[in-house]
C-alpha cells in the first residue's frame, strides 16, 4: 500500500526536551522491573531518582498489629447492617459499616538519589551557560541521554537500566578530560558505607508510615522490634579512564573522558508472609554482587545485552501515525501546541510510551506495579503509592495481554494468589464467608481487610472477583490450560466467597447487601450524601461475570466440583443492569440520584469494558443506555478516567468520542505539581499521566484504549479498526493482540486496509471490519492476509 506514515519515526519513539528537568514530573523513566529511575539530564549537577520495587514500610508484623477491626465483624455483624437496610435505616447501616474496618496499608518508599557534579575546566557549567542541549529517552532503546557544549567541551551522558545484568549504568563521554563527584542519599534512616572504588548506602525503611490523609501523632515510624522495618542498600562503583578516589563524602574522578557508573539495589523483602530479615549489609552484599559482575564486562556488551532484551519485548509492537510540523518539537511544547492543533503521532507516542512503561516496570518474577508504577520521591506518596485494586491496579494491567506483553503480566498474577491465601481469613474472620475476599486497598504484604475511612471507599469486598478476570483474561489470550489448572483455586474461592455474599431479595433475585458502588455517593430521602445500600451494578457485573469463568474454567479443566452447579443456579437468578428514568445505566438497583453526577470512577459501566456481558450487537438497549450514562457524565474526568472513557467509547465503537477522550487525555496537566494552577487532568511534561497527582494508571490505561480503538475480540469475532477516527487517515500497527493467540498487524490508508493475523495455533475465527464479516482459517505459525478497499 505503499508509505502509510513517515518513516522518520522520532514523533512516535523518543521523548525530547532542549533543558534539564526542574522536577521529577520533567524527569525522564528508566527501569528493569525491580530498578526504577528517574533521570534529571542536569548541567553541572545532576540528579538520578532511585527506586526498588520491593522497597515498602511495614511488614507482616505492622499489618497484624494494624488490622484489628474497629468494632463487631463476623455473619451476625453483616446480617445486623443488612436488617438496618432492609428497615430503611441508612445512617445506621453506614455506622455499622465502619465496625468492619481497620487501619491502613503501608506504603511504597523512595530509595535515594544519585547525585552527580561535573566540573569542566575547573568550572561547574549552569544551564544557562551550554549550548546544543539535548535530553531524549529512546523508547526502543531504553536508553536516556544528555549532551551539551560548555567552553568548547563536548559533554554526553547515557542511562539505561538492564534486566540482564540487574544494574543501572551510567556512561559519561567528554572531547576533554572533566571531573565529576558522586554522592548517594536518602530520605530514609541510612549511612555510607566506602569500599576502594565505590561507595555504598545502608538504609532502613519505617516500621509504618501512614498514608498522607491520615491524622495520625507519629506518620513515619521506625522501630527496632518485631515490627522493625525492612533493611535496603545501594551499591555503586565506577571505571573511568581518569583517577578515581572515594571517600566518606562520595566518590571522586578526575581527568577522565570516559566515566561509567555501575548502581544496583537490593532490599530485605523475602515475600508478603515472611518478616525481612537480611541486614543492610547482607542488602549492600547482594547489590555489590550484581555491581562487581556487570564491572567485569564491557561497556558495550552490557548496552547491547540490556537493548536485546528490552527489544525482545518491546518491538513485538508497535503504533505508527500521521507526524506533523508539531512532531520534531520538544515533548513539553508539543503537547501544548497539540490543544489546538491535531497531531496524531502524539496518540501513537503515548501508546508506545504506555507499552514502554509496561515493560519497564513489570517483569516475571516481581511485584505489580503501585500507583506510581515503580517511581516515586515521596516518602508519604498519595495514596501510599500503593495497589488499588478498585479500579487503578487492574488498569495498570489492561494493554498486557492485548499489546503483547503477557510476561509482563505475570507479577500481578502471581501477587493474586498470594492475596487469595491472605484474603481467606479476612473472608472468614469479618464476614463469616467462605473463599477469599480482598477490598481497595494492599500492598507487598498482601493486606485485605477493609482500611479505616468512608465506607464508599472502604466497604467494597469484591476485588477479588475483579482480580479473577485478569487470571481468566491471561488463559483466553495465550490458551495455557496448565495456568489456568495451577489458577482454578483463585477462581473457586473467589466465587466461592461471592456466592456467600449473596442474598435473596424480596422479588426472589440475588443481590448483594450491603453494597456501594467505588467510590460515588448517591442522595439518600433525606437529602444527604450515602454510600451504602443494597445490589450496585458494579457488584452484580463482576460476580455474574465471575460466576461465568469459573463455569468455562470448569469445563475446559474436567473440574467436577458441586460449587460449579450452585453457581450456575445462583448465576440464573441475578438481575439484569437496570435502566433509569433517563435512559442510562443505573448505578444501583433503585434509580438514585448521584451525589457527584460527573463522578471519576464507571464502576457501573463494567459489564461494557473490561467486561464483555455488554456489546452494542449483543445488548443494544444496554450499549444505549451505557451511551447515555457516558453523555450524562460527560468527558471531563481525571487522567485515568479519561483512559477508562476511551476503552468505554471504543467499546461502544463510538470513533469521534473515543478520539476527542484521546485529545483530552493529551493536553498538559495545570496542577500545583506542575508549577502551573489549577487542578486539571492530562499529562505531565514527560507524559505521566495526572490524576492528578501522577498516576501511571492513566499511561496503561489509555494505551489500553488505543488498542481497543484499533482492535478488539471480546464478543469471539476479531474486529479490526472498530473506532477508528477519521483524523488518523492512515497508519500502521504491529503486535495487537486477539484472544485465541492471534497476533494482528493492520495498515490503512484512505484506500483500504491490510491485514495480517499470525495465530499461534490452528482455528477457525470470523474476522470483522465495519459491518463486513468473514470466516477466516488460520494455520499456527502462517500469516494470514486480510485486505479490503
Same mark, same amino acid.
Given at each position: 500500500?505503499?508509505? $502509510?506514515?513517515?518513516?522518520?519515526?522520532?514523533?512516535?519513539?523518543?521523548?525530547?526536551?532542549?533543558?534539564?528537568?526542574?522536577?521529577?514530573?520533567?524527569?525522564?523513566?528508566?527501569?528493569?522491573?525491580?530498578?526504577?529511575?528517574?533521570?534529571?539530564?542536569?548541567?553541572?549537577?545532576?540528579?538520578?531518582?532511585?527506586?526498588?520495587?520491593?522497597?515498602?514500610?511495614?511488614?507482616?508484623?505492622?499489618?497484624?498489629?494494624?488490622?484489628?477491626?474497629?468494632?463487631?465483624?463476623?455473619?451476625?455483624?453483616?446480617?445486623?447492617?443488612?436488617?438496618?437496610?432492609?428497615?430503611?435505616?441508612?445512617?445506621?447501616?453506614?455506622?455499622?459499616? =465502619?465496625?468492619?474496618?481497620?487501619?491502613?496499608?503501608?506504603?511504597?518508599?523512595?530509595?535515594?538519589?544519585?547525585?552527580?557534579?561535573?566540573?569542566?575546566?575547573?568550572?561547574?557549567?549552569?544551564?544557562?551557560?551550554?549550548?546544543?542541549?539535548?535530553?531524549?529517552?529512546?523508547?526502543? !532503546?531504553?536508553?536516556?541521554?544528555?549532551?551539551?557544549?560548555?567552553?568548547?567541551?563536548?559533554?554526553?551522558?547515557? !542511562?539505561?537500566?538492564?534486566? *540482564?545484568?540487574?544494574?543501572?549504568?551510567?556512561?559519561?563521554?567528554?572531547?576533554?578530560?572533566?571531573?565529576?563527584? @558522586?554522592?548517594?542519599?536518602?530520605?530514609? =534512616?541510612?549511612?555510607?558505607?566506602?569500599?576502594?572504588?565505590?561507595?555504598? $548506602?545502608?538504609?532502613?525503611? *519505617?516500621?509504618?508510615?501512614?498514608?498522607?490523609?491520615?491524622?495520625?501523632?507519629?506518620?513515619?515510624?521506625?522501630?527496632?522490634?518485631?515490627?522493625?522495618?525492612?533493611?535496603?542498600?545501594?551499591?555503586?562503583?565506577?571505571?573511568?579512564?581518569?583517577?578515581?578516589?572515594?571517600?566518606?563524602?562520595?566518590?571522586?574522578?578526575?581527568? #577522565?573522558?570516559?566515566?561509567?557508573?555501575?548502581?544496583? %539495589?537490593?532490599?530485605?523483602?523475602?515475600?508478603?508472609?515472611?518478616?525481612?530479615?537480611?541486614?543492610?549489609?547482607? @542488602?549492600?552484599?547482594?547489590?555489590?554482587?550484581?555491581?562487581?559482575?556487570?564491572?567485569?564486562?564491557?561497556?558495550?556488551?552490557?548496552?547491547?545485552?540490556?537493548?536485546?532484551?528490552?527489544?525482545?519485548?518491546?518491538?513485538?509492537?508497535?503504533?505508527?501515525? #500521521?507526524?506533523?510540523?508539531?512532531?520534531?518539537?520538544?515533548?513539553?511544547?508539543?503537547?501544548?501546541?497539540?490543544?489546538?492543533?491535531?497531531?496524531?503521532?502524539?496518540? !501513537?507516542?503515548?501508546?508506545?510510551?504506555? =507499552?514502554?512503561?509496561?515493560?519497564?516496570?513489570?517483569? *516475571?518474577?516481581?511485584?505489580?506495579? %503501585?500507583?506510581?508504577?515503580?517511581?516515586?520521591?515521596?516518602?508519604?506518596?498519595?495514596?501510599?503509592?500503593?495497589?488499588?485494586?478498585?479500579?487503578?491496579?487492574?488498569?495498570?494491567?489492561?494493554?498486557?495481554?492485548?499489546?503483547?506483553?503477557?510476561? @509482563?503480566?505475570?507479577?500481578?498474577?502471581?501477587?493474586?494468589?498470594?492475596?487469595?491465601?491472605?484474603?481467606?481469613?479476612?473472608? =472468614?474472620?469479618?464476614?463469616? @464467608?467462605?473463599?477469599?475476599?480482598?477490598?481497595?486497598?494492599?500492598?507487598?504484604?498482601?493486606?485485605?481487610?477493609?482500611?479505616?475511612?468512608?465506607?464508599?471507599?472502604?466497604?467494597?469486598?469484591?476485588?477479588?472477583?475483579?482480580?479473577?478476570?485478569?487470571?481468566?483474561?491471561?488463559?483466553?489470550?495465550?490458551?495455557?490450560?496448565?495456568?489456568?489448572?495451577?489458577?482454578?483455586?483463585?477462581?473457586?474461592?473467589?466465587?466461592?466467597?461471592?456466592?456467600?455474599?449473596?442474598?435473596?431479595?424480596?422479588?426472589?433475585?440475588?443481590?448483594?447487601?450491603?453494597?456501594?458502588?467505588?467510590?460515588?455517593?448517591?442522595?439518600?430521602?433525606?437529602?444527604?450524601?450515602?454510600?451504602?445500600?443494597?445490589?450496585?451494578?458494579?457488584?452484580?457485573?463482576?460476580?455474574?461475570?465471575?460466576?461465568?469463568?469459573?463455569?468455562?474454567? #470448569?469445563?475446559?479443566?474436567?473440574?467436577?466440583?458441586?460449587?460449579?452447579?450452585?453457581?450456575?443456579?445462583?448465576?440464573?437468578?441475578?438481575?439484569?443492569?437496570?435502566?433509569?428514568?433517563?435512559?442510562? $445505566?443505573?448505578?444501583?438497583?433503585?434509580?438514585?440520584?448521584?451525589?457527584?453526577?460527573?463522578?471519576?470512577?464507571?464502576?457501573?459501566?463494567?459489564?461494557?469494558?473490561?467486561?464483555?456481558?455488554?456489546?452494542?450487537?449483543?445488548?443494544?438497549?444496554?450499549?444505549?443506555?451505557?451511551?447515555? %450514562?457516558?453523555?450524562?457524565?460527560?468527558?471531563?474526568?481525571?487522567?485515568?478516567?479519561?483512559?477508562?472513557?476511551?476503552?468505554?467509547?471504543?467499546?461502544? &465503537?463510538? #470513533?469521534?468520542?473515543?478520539?476527542?477522550?484521546?485529545?483530552?487525555?493529551?493536553?498538559?496537566?495545570?496542577?500545583?505539581?506542575?508549577?502551573?494552577?489549577?487542578?486539571?487532568?492530562?499529562?505531565?511534561?514527560?507524559?505521566?499521566?495526572?490524576?492528578?497527582?501522577?498516576?501511571?494508571?492513566?499511561?496503561?490505561?489509555?494505551?489500553?484504549?488505543?488498542?481497543?480503538?484499533?482492535?478488539?475480540?471480546?464478543?469471539?469475532?476479531?474486529?479490526?479498526? *472498530?473506532?477508528?477516527?477519521?483524523?488518523?487517515?492512515?497508519?500502521?500497527?504491529?503486535?495487537?493482540?486477539?484472544?485465541?493467540?492471534?497476533?494482528?498487524?493492520?495498515?490503512?490508508?484512505?484506500?483500504?486496509?491490510?491485514?495480517?493475523?499470525? !495465530?499461534? &495455533?490452528?482455528?477457525?475465527?470470523?474476522?470483522?471490519?465495519?459491518?463486513?464479516?468473514?470466516?477466516?482459517?488460520?494455520?499456527?505459525?502462517?500469516?494470514?492476509?486480510?485486505?479490503?478497499?
Amino acid at each position: 500500500m505503499g508509505d $502509510l506514515v513517515s518513516s522518520d519515526r522520532s514523533g512516535t519513539q523518543r521523548l525530547y526536551y532542549d533543558r534539564p528537568a526542574d522536577t521529577w514530573l520533567e524527569a525522564l523513566p528508566l527501569g528493569n522491573g525491580r530498578i526504577g529511575a528517574m533521570c534529571f539530564g542536569g548541567v553541572g549537577t545532576d540528579r538520578t531518582g532511585l527506586n526498588d520495587e520491593t522497597l515498602w514500610s511495614g511488614g507482616p508484623e505492622t499489618a497484624r498489629l494494624l488490622s484489628t477491626p474497629l468494632g463487631a465483624t463476623g455473619a451476625e455483624a453483616v446480617q445486623a447492617v443488612r436488617d438496618a437496610l432492609r428497615a430503611g435505616d441508612i445512617r445506621r447501616a453506614h455506622e455499622l459499616s =465502619r465496625g468492619f474496618h481497620s487501619g491502613y496499608s503501608q506504603a511504597y518508599l523512595p530509595l535515594g538519589d544519585l547525585l552527580l557534579e561535573v566540573s569542566v575546566g575547573g568550572v561547574v557549567p549552569r544551564a544557562g551557560d551550554v549550548t546544543q542541549y539535548r535530553r531524549e529517552l529512546d523508547l526502543d !532503546a531504553a536508553t536516556a541521554t544528555v549532551e551539551y557544549e560548555f567552553g568548547g567541551v563536548t559533554v554526553r551522558q547515557e !542511562a539505561f537500566v538492564s534486566a *540482564p545484568d540487574g544494574v543501572l549504568v551510567q556512561r559519561m563521554t567528554a572531547s576533554e578530560p572533566i571531573e565529576l563527584t @558522586c554522592r548517594l542519599t536518602s530520605q530514609l =534512616r541510612s549511612r555510607q558505607h566506602t569500599v576502594d572504588d565505590g561507595l555504598g $548506602l545502608l538504609l532502613q525503611a *519505617p516500621a509504618d508510615v501512614a498514608p498522607p490523609h491520615r491524622d495520625v501523632p507519629e506518620p513515619i515510624r521506625y522501630s527496632d522490634g518485631a515490627d522493625r522495618g525492612m533493611a535496603a542498600a545501594v551499591a555503586l562503583r565506577a571505571t573511568s579512564d581518569g583517577e578515581i578516589r572515594t571517600s566518606d563524602t562520595g566518590l571522586a574522578v578526575s581527568s #577522565a573522558t570516559e566515566i561509567t557508573l555501575i548502581l544496583s %539495589t537490593a532490599t530485605g523483602y523475602d515475600g508478603p508472609a515472611n518478616p525481612p530479615a537480611r541486614t543492610a549489609e547482607d @542488602c549492600w552484599y547482594a547489590a555489590d554482587q550484581s555491581v562487581l559482575a556487570a564491572l567485569d564486562r564491557e561497556y558495550g556488551e552490557l548496552l547491547a545485552d540490556h537493548r536485546q532484551d528490552h527489544r525482545r519485548l518491546y518491538r513485538r509492537g508497535s503504533l505508527e501515525l #500521521a507526524t506533523t510540523a508539531h512532531s520534531g518539537l520538544p515533548t513539553d511544547v508539543r503537547v501544548t501546541r497539540a490543544v489546538e492543533a491535531e497531531d496524531p503521532a502524539l496518540a !501513537a507516542l503515548i501508546f508506545n510510551y504506555g =507499552r514502554y512503561l509496561m515493560v519497564a516496570s513489570s517483569r *516475571p518474577g516481581g511485584l505489580p506495579t %503501585t500507583l506510581q508504577g515503580i517511581w516515586n520521591d515521596i516518602l508519604r506518596p498519595p495514596w501510599s503509592s500503593n495497589y488499588t485494586v478498585n479500579i487503578n491496579t487492574e488498569m495498570n494491567y489492561w494493554p498486557a495481554e492485548t499489546t503483547n506483553l503477557s510476561e @509482563c503480566h505475570e507479577p500481578l498474577l502471581r501477587f493474586i494468589d498470594h492475596l487469595a491465601e491472605a484474603g481467606r481469613r479476612t473472608a =472468614r474472620e469479618r464476614y463469616g @464467608c467462605s473463599g477469599w475476599t480482598a477490598h481497595h486497598n494492599t500492598d507487598a504484604w498482601c493486606w485485605t481487610p477493609p482500611v479505616e475511612g468512608d465506607p464508599r471507599w472502604s466497604n467494597w469486598p469484591l476485588a477479588g472477583a475483579w482480580l479473577a478476570r485478569h487470571v481468566w483474561d491471561h488463559y483466553e489470550f495465550t490458551g495455557d490450560l496448565e495456568f489456568l489448572g495451577e489458577s482454578w483455586r483463585v477462581l473457586r474461592g473467589a466465587a466461592e466467597f461471592c456466592l456467600d455474599w449473596l442474598v435473596e431479595l424480596p422479588d426472589g433475585s440475588l443481590g448483594t447487601s450491603p453494597s456501594t458502588s467505588p467510590e460515588n455517593d448517591y442522595i439518600a430521602p433525606d437529602g444527604q450524601p450515602a454510600s451504602v445500600t443494597e445490589s450496585s451494578t458494579m457488584d452484580l457485573a463482576l460476580i455474574s461475570d465471575l460466576f461465568d469463568r469459573v463455569e468455562r474454567a #470448569a469445563d475446559l479443566l474436567e473440574v467436577v466440583d458441586p460449587l460449579v452447579g450452585e453457581i450456575s443456579t445462583a448465576r440464573k437468578r441475578l438481575p439484569d443492569p437496570p435502566v433509569g428514568a433517563r435512559g442510562q $445505566l443505573q448505578e444501583w438497583a433503585a434509580d438514585l440520584p448521584e451525589e457527584d453526577p460527573q463522578h471519576r470512577h464507571m464502576s457501573h459501566l463494567i459489564g461494557l469494558h473490561p467486561g464483555d456481558a455488554i456489546t452494542p450487537d449483543s445488548t443494544p438497549g444496554l450499549a444505549a443506555a451505557a451511551t447515555r %450514562t457516558l453523555d450524562l457524565r460527560g468527558d471531563e474526568a481525571t487522567g485515568w478516567s479519561l483512559a477508562w472513557k476511551i476503552c468505554l467509547r471504543a467499546r461502544l &465503537r463510538d #470513533a469521534a468520542a473515543a478520539h476527542r477522550l484521546v485529545r483530552a487525555f493529551l493536553r498538559p496537566a495545570d496542577d500545583a505539581a506542575s508549577g502551573r494552577p489549577g487542578s486539571g487532568a492530562g499529562v505531565y511534561p514527560n507524559l505521566f499521566c495526572a490524576h492528578p497527582p501522577f498516576q501511571i494508571d492513566g499511561n496503561f490505561g489509555a494505551a489500553a484504549g488505543i488498542a481497543e480503538m484499533l482492535l478488539q475480540s471480546h464478543t469471539g469475532d476479531i474486529e479490526l479498526l *472498530p473506532a477508528l477516527p477519521a483524523a488518523w487517515t492512515s497508519g500502521r500497527v504491529t503486535g495487537l493482540r486477539a484472544r485465541g493467540g492471534v497476533v494482528v498487524d493492520i495498515a490503512w490508508t484512505p484506500h483500504g486496509i491490510e491485514a495480517v493475523l499470525t !495465530a499461534d &495455533r490452528d482455528q477457525e475465527r470470523v474476522v470483522r471490519h465495519g459491518g463486513d464479516r468473514a470466516p477466516v482459517r488460520l494455520t499456527a505459525g502462517v500469516g494470514h492476509r486480510v485486505s479490503t478497499s
